[in-house]
């Protein structure tokens, strides 16, 4: 799984191996870091910004800048983008980025990420408006060896990037293929089970990324004598009213991004305006889920009870935050 973290000085000799060519050269630095072929000494000067190193297994597969043009908090512009040669068109770009865009609104606060690119940078290009960002009808010259190089701006917008909706009869096909992905964790769902929840849930949503879906939530109130679920059980005798959140399922290439968070943030506002002071969830301890454990810690979950299902297979944390 792609993860961004900090450039290191280590990291350095493979990002410059990455750029195996003139023509690669030019299309990631437009000539402002000198003639090919590119040095440490050269690279140097990208110092002065904020760098970042995508790893997939602590390997560094990506690199990209950030920086702030216009000395206000606003705007974040991304530079000198490059994928290691036998990761690229792969994905690995886009997840980059749209860790980076993640970085840059929910960390540095920024309302908006541009970046340029040259015109014939097609693969660039795909890349960029896949993610979400659009031309803004900027563009600007460079002389590189006597030839023009037209780079043209993108930009990305805050609110541009993730969105909530209910489901509809068309996303029955994906809820049912991540589920799938999923069971080992969850418990399993047909067409049967989907038309079960779409009627009574309280919450069945879909989280978008630029209108890819990518994720989906079940929340259930109190009162549902026909769901079987041993821990809605559990709750169900512990508290009079509450909001049950059966299931958050993401797809593995939108993880990171903050949609866990968000859709959570959504969920304790349906309760609040609700009435409800309990928000309840499940997160498995037999097998040990440290990373959903953290998660639900930081978004203020505190441990109830437990208890073992699916006849000893799984122990689980019984959880509840308080609205």
Known sequence: MIRLRPYMKSDEEAVLSWCDSEDTFFKWTFGLLGGYPITGEKFQKTG?????????????????????PNGKLDELRFGYGIVRPDRRNQGVGKAM????????????????????????????????????????????????????????????????????????????????????????????????????????????QVAEVNGEPAAFLIALREGLEDYTSENYIWFSGQYDRFLYVDRIVIDEKFRGMGLGRKIYEGVFDRAAKAGLSTVTAEIDI?????????????MGFEEVGQQVIRGGEIKVSLQARAI
């Open 286 to 298: 037999e097998p040990y889920n440290e990373p959903s454990l953290k998660f639900h810690e930081a």
């Open 97 to 204: 980025l749209s860790l980076g865009l993640v970085y840059a609104f929910e960390v540095y606060g920024a309302d908006r990420v541009t970046l340029g690119v040259y015109e014939k940078n097609d693969n660039a290009i795909s890349c960029y408006r896949s993610i979400g960002f659009a031309e803004t009808g900027k563009l600007e010259n460079y002389l590189i060896d006597g030839n023009n190089y037209h780079v043209f701006e993108m930009e990305y917008r805050k609110e541009n990037g993730m969105a909530i909706r209910n489901v509809e009869p068309k996303d029955m096909e994906f809820i049912l293929e991540l589920n799938k992905t999923n069971v080992e964790v969850l418990s399993p769902m047909d067409q049967a089970k989907f038309s079960y929840f779409d009627k009574c849930s309280d919450m069945f």
């Open 48 to 68: 002065q910004y904020m760098q970042f190193t995508a790893v997939d297994d602590d390997e560094p597969v990506g690199y990209f800048i950030a920086r702030n």
